[in-house]
């Protein structure tokens, strides 16, 4: 079992910033696609970005220009750089990650962060 823990959420005025850390633990041989969800009151879970091992990004078109999507694949963390923040930012974000447990098993799993609240005050 792998376990992500997210960090980095908080208050913030709109147009401030903010960066979101997540890292990975536990029995890892390796990990795909990393990448940061979010998840606003009544509405469905949704893509902000991801970032895949060798390095390929893709966002969500209402972030781009603005969030950045970042990795260490040494340490297993991921984080997300989010500037000229907007009310509609605001929602939890889920960090995720497609692990490789054991180098016996070669299919990968997806494992999910416990979410941390982003609110983006007007």
């Known amino acids: 079992q792998a376990q992500l823990v997210e960090s980095g959420g908080g208050l913030v005025q709109a147009g401030g910033s903010l960066r979101l850390s997540c890292a990975a633990s536990?029995?890892?041989?390796?990990?795909?696609?990393m990448g940061w969800y979010r998840q606003a009151p009544g509405k469905q879970r949704d893509l902000v970005a991801v970032i895949t091992s060798d390095g390929s990004t893709n966002y969500a078109d209402s972030v781009k220009g603005r969030f950045t999507i970042s990795r260490d694949i040494a340490k297993n963390t991921v984080a997300l750089q989010m500037n000229s923040l907007k009310p509609e930012d605001t929602a939890v974000y889920y960090c995720s990650a497609d692990v490789r447990e054991h180098f016996s098993i070669i299919t990968y799993s997806r494992y999910w962060g416990q979410g941390t609240q982003v609110t983006v005050s007007s």
């Open positions: 536990g029995s890892i041989f390796s990990i795909n696609t």
